[in-house]
């Protein structure tokens, strides 16, 4: 259910009265999702503002939203049926992260990224630096991008505003290759064996060099689950 408060009562309101907000002005689709705010009371006066309401309505669930170079989009809200739509930028993408009712698309190479609340409208935004950036997690607390041989890695809060982190490694480059979120801290892992641990949400990183079991890797999934993590190599 949408959740709704009052920040001012307006006038010329009557008892009765239904304001309608449609579903595609919240990120969905009318009439499906739109808000009905019924007035339940208005002031006793000549200015009639609103004094209490109820609602009735809810918004659209979750969204599954795919990406393929070199700027195509295809995002579903059942699985079964699929939209067509475009990314606002032409580039070497390599992921979209869904985090905080928000997509983040990722590319490779460049300084940017795309944007979108619906995953129908994107639009095109900038990171702190141009690197060879290779993967990308998202969680309760925001953001991180990981580069290949990258001395700094980019993290945010909500998806649009970012800062670089604090140097890695002592600034020597390591080739990051994946990156996950879980027990509140973020860890990027490379395949020479090296890993970096994050505890404060991107800032800063403590690396360790031979942290994996010896042997040759060519990492191309980290995640966690069941209080692990868990590394997939080719």
Not at 173 to 194: E, F, L, M, S
């Amino acid at each position: 259910a949408y959740n709704v408060t009052l920040t001012s009562g307006g006038a010329g309101y009557a008892a009765g009265d239904r304001i309608t907000i449609t579903g595609d002005q919240l990120g969905g689709f009318t009439p499906d999702d739109d808000l009905n705010i019924d007035v339940l009371t208005v002031s006793d006066d000549s200015t009639n503002s609103i004094q209490t309401f109820s609602t009735l309505g809810s918004g659209r669930g979750g969204r599954f939203v795919a990406i393929a170079d070199p700027n195509f989009v295809v995002y579903s809200d059942n699985g079964n049926a699929w939209q067509e739509a475009n990314l606002d930028a032409v580039a070497d993408w390599f992921k979209v992260v869904a985090e905080n009712n928000r997509f983040c698309a990722f590319a490779s190479n460049t300084n940017q990224y795309n944007f979108s609340y619906t995953g129908a409208n994107w639009t095109t935004r900038a990171l702190p630096a141009t690197e060879n950036w290779v993967d990308a997690v998202g969680s309760i607390h925001g953001y991180v991008v990981i580069g290949s041989n990258a001395t700094q890695f980019a993290y945010s809060s909500n998806g649009l505003n970012w800062n670089l982190s604090a140097t890695i490694n002592g600034g020597t480059p390591v080739d990051w290759k994946k990156v996950a979120y879980g027990q509140g801290r973020y860890i990027a892992i490379a395949n020479d064996r090296t890993v970096a641990v994050s505890d404060n949400n991107g800032a800063t990183w403590t690396t360790t060099t031979n942290a994996l079991p010896a042997g040759t890797y060519d990492f191309v999934s980290l995640t966690y689950g069941g209080n692990r993590f868990i590394a997939m190599t080719a």
